[in-house]
């Protein structure tokens, strides 16, 4: 593992433990070049995943992209770290159970919308107006009157 501060590639790892769901390891590292320390995380990773945008260019899977996304939706609101991470790794787990070598980005954020639906209506809405493009007022006003309509 490279420095981040030097960049020297002589690190020793000085302590592992796993994350707080078990799905990653943390691990305390230390630079022999500039003593600098910093904080790795490993994840299990079943599968190169590629989304295909819209205009149907591939690009690689980003976690933390996705991970960002939601974050934002959820900034301010009543949702610990701890929760936002299982929400994000309960998506790369669907979308790597899924099969699929290719996911298509509507497929993941339509996940997204789903999930943060049962988690928090405000998250929802934040999302869905970046996701679906929200112009004007009047957009808002028809995604809640779709959101308030019983099912």
Same mark, same amino acid.
Do not use: H, W
């Given at each position: =593992?490279?420095?981040?501060?030097? !960049? ?75 929760? =936002?991470?299982?929400?994000?790794? !309960? ?17 993941? !954020?339509? =996940?997204? =919308? ?30 809640? !009157? ?6």
């Amino acid at each position: =593992m490279r420095c981040p501060f030097c !960049g020297n590639e002589d690190t020793q790892v000085k302590d592992s433990r796993p994350s707080e769901d078990g799905s990653a390891i943390r691990r305390r590292r230390s630079c022999g070049g500039c003593s600098q320390r910093f904080t790795t995380v490993e994840r299990v990773q079943l599968r190169e995943l590629v989304v295909v945008k819209t205009d149907q260019r591939r690009v690689a899977f980003d976690r933390d992209k996705l991970a960002r996304s939601i974050r934002v939706a959820l900034r301010k609101r009543p949702v610990n770290d701890e929760r =936002m991470e299982r929400i994000v790794n !309960g998506i790369v787990r669907q979308l790597e159970a899924s099969g699929e070598a290719e996911i298509p980005s509507k497929q993941i !954020g339509e =996940m997204v =919308m789903e999930t943060l639906k049962e988690v928090d209506a405000v998250a929802y809405v934040r999302f869905a107006s970046v996701y679906r493009n929200f112009r004007e007022a009047k957009d808002f006003e028809a995604f809640l !009157g779709e959101l308030g309509a019983p099912e």
